[in-house]
C-alpha cells in the first residue's frame, strides 16, 4: 500500500502541536497557584487546538 501524500508533513505538524500543548501544560503545573501563568497556558493550548480542530491543512503544508 503507497502511502498517502504529505503523510511526513502533518505527521510533523502534529507532533509541533502536541510538543507546544506540552510545553504549556508544563510551565502551568509547577504554578498552578498563579492564576495569569495558569490563564495564558489555557489561552495557548486553545489556540492550538481550535487551529487542529479548524482542519485547515492546506496552510499546515506551507
Same mark, same amino acid.
Given at each position: 500500500?503507497t +502511502?498517502?501524500?504529505?503523510t !511526513?508533513e @502533518? #505527521?510533523?505538524?502534529l +507532533? !509541533? *502541536?502536541?510538543?507546544a500543548i506540552?510545553?504549556? &501544560?508544563s510551565k502551568?503545573?509547577p504554578n498552578? +497557584? #498563579?492564576? $495569569?501563568? &495558569? #490563564?495564558?497556558?489555557?489561552?495557548? *493550548?486553545k489556540?492550538? @487546538? #481550535?487551529? &487542529?480542530m479548524d482542519g $485547515?491543512?492546506?496552510?499546515?503544508?506551507e
Open positions: 500500500m +502511502k498517502a501524500p504529505n !511526513d @502533518l #505527521d510533523e505538524h +507532533k !509541533d *502541536c502536541i510538543t506540552h510545553g504549556a &501544560v502551568a503545573i498552578i +497557584k #498563579d492564576e $495569569k501563568i &495558569v #490563564d495564558q497556558a489555557l489561552q495557548d *493550548c489556540e492550538v @487546538l #481550535d487551529m &487542529v $485547515k491543512v492546506s496552510e499546515w503544508l
